[in-house]
């Protein structure tokens, strides 16, 4: 039997191959279409994806304003961050977070289901939020996800 064919291929920098995708968040629940967006940053749905490599695409979020929750989360849900200080722990809901910018809810949501290291915070910056329509990567020529059709 010839073993050399078993072996296993294991992705790097210079062999991965990076695309552009284009995500709607319009009218999605914002877990569905987070982990939608994590598992394409990451490259888990790839073949040749390796746990330490960033193998993922760049992936362009649109209408991160048209974003929906269910039940009473708008009110309940926290955000909670820490300025650092004794006693210095701020909470917002979701419905405040999005009153700041709607492009945050989504950007917390994937950032919480990257890794928590310096792999994660290279695979962040793959994450492109627009709150409209309208993208500033049409260069690039992305292709469309569609969400109803995946999930």
């Known amino acids: 039997m010839n073993t050399l064919s078993y072996k296993t291929i ?4 210079n062999t991965v191959n990076k695309q552009w995708v284009v995500i ?8 569905r279409v987070a982990s939608v967006i994590a598992i394409h940053l ?6 040749n ?3 330490h490599v960033d193998c993922g695409d760049n992936v362009i979020v649109i209408n991160a304003g048209k974003v929906t929750l ?6 309940q849900k ?16 979701a419905e405040q977070l999005n009153a700041k910018g709607a492009d945050r809810l989504i950007e917390n949501a994937v950032k919480g289901m990257l890794p928590k290291n310096k792999l994660g915070a290279a695979l962040y910056r793959n994450l492109k939020v ?8 049409e260069a ?3 292709k469309t996800i569609n969400l109803n059709e995946r999930l």
């Open 10 to 13: 294991s992705a790097n920098v």
């Open 24 to 31: 709607d968040a319009a009218n999605v629940p914002l877990g």
């Open 42 to 47: 990451r490259g888990k749905h790839k073949t």
């Open 49 to 51: 994806f390796t746990p």
């Open 70 to 75: 269910s039940g009473n989360k708008w009110k």
């Open 78 to 93: 926290q955000y909670i961050r820490h300025t650092g200080y004794p006693g210095g722990q701020r909470s917002l809901n």
């Open 130 to 137: 627009f709150v409209g329509g309208e993208h500033t990567h």
């Open 140 to 142: 690039q020529k992305p």
